[in-house]
Nanobody, 127 residues
Framework: QVQLVESGGGLVQAGGSLRLSCAAS??????LGWFRQAPGKEREFVAA?????????????NYADSVRGRFTVSRDNAKNTVDLQMNSLKPEDTAVYYC?????????????????WGQGTQVTVSS
């Protein structure tokens, strides 16, 4: 059974930092990503990291324009986890953050490409 479990959300002041973690179990995924959903808005892509190759490994990362330079996504394949380091947080980053997984390393920003989702973790940034 596939499970994605997020942790690390919370309340932080603007300019602060938070680190989200997602533990995946049940299988290994080529791509692990983060999405977020603010009240009254669509769920949107935040960042993703892909792992491909056999003898030579390639790591690809992708970020939404709104978070590039402030957020960093990383993964530990041995532990099957993905982290999202969020720095210089802004009130507009407030949302529920979801971890998601997909096969393959293409269309990283497309929500409907992702097969499995975590339950989400709340991030609130106060001004």
């Amino acid at each position: 059974q596939v499970q994605l479990v997020e942790s690390g959300g919370g309340l932080v002041q603007a300019g602060g930092s938070l680190r989200l973690s997602c533990a995946a179990s049940g299988r290994t995924f080529s791509t692990l990503g983060w999405f977020r959903q603010a009240p009254g808005k669509e769920r949107e892509f935040v960042a993703a990291i892909s792992w491909s190759g056999i003898t030579t490994y390639y790591v690809t990362t992708n970020y939404a324009d709104s978070v590039r330079g402030r957020f960093t996504v990383s993964r530990d394949n041995a532990k099957n986890t993905v982290d999202l380091q969020m720095n210089s947080l802004k009130p507009e980053d407030t949302a529920v953050y979801y971890c998601a997984s997909k096969r393959g390393s293409s269309n990283l920003r497309v929500r409907y490409e992702y097969e499995y989702w975590g339950q989400g973790t709340q991030v609130t940034v106060s001004s």
